[in-house]
């Protein structure tokens, strides 16, 4: 499967600022997820998509009221039941400075919300979708060693 971008945006309010008038860093993961989430929904039911993990979501800058972000998501991963999302959050305008960026898991289960089988197999073919590609497959290793 080839793999597509998916891009939201969000317009950051004084509700979503932290005692630092700044960006709240839980309501930008918020964010993160959903995008991530909208990307994964794009190949999957959503109603049978669940997350799992978010890996190494690491706030660079600070982000304030009135900023415009964009969330570029794509999948760039997969397990036998899972896969895996990357993002990059950029303000608006100004993709060459990431404000953040990292992975989300998800799981494809069934009614009862057991692993199920998606048979969805992705082809990273730039040298950074192999690059993600091979830094998310190391993320998931280091998550199975830890249990």
């Known amino acids: 499967m080839a793999l597509k971008a998916l891009v939201t945006h969000r317009l ?10 700044t960006l709240f860093a839980g309501r930008c993961a918020e964010w993160f997820v959903e995008s ?5 929904a794009s190949v999957l039911p959503p109603e049978n998509t669940v997350c799992l993990k978010i890996h190494g979501l690491e706030f660079l800058h600070p982000i304030h009221s009135g900023d415009i972000l964009t969330f570029e998501s794509k999948i760039i991963a997969n397990g036998k039941s899972t896969l895996t999302a990357y993002c990059k959050v950029f303000k608006d305008n100004t993709p060459e400075i990431t404000f953040c960026e990292g992975f989300a898991t998800f799981v494809h289960v069934d009614t009862y919300t057991r692993p199920k089988l998606h048979h969805i197999v992705i082809v990273p073919e730039t040298n950074e979708e192999i690059r993600l590609n091979e830094e998310a497959k190391a993320l998931s290793l280091l998550s199975k060693k830890k249990k």
């Open 12 to 21: 950051v309010k004084s509700e979503d600022l932290n005692h630092h008038k």
């Open 36 to 40: 991530c989430f909208v990307a994964v």
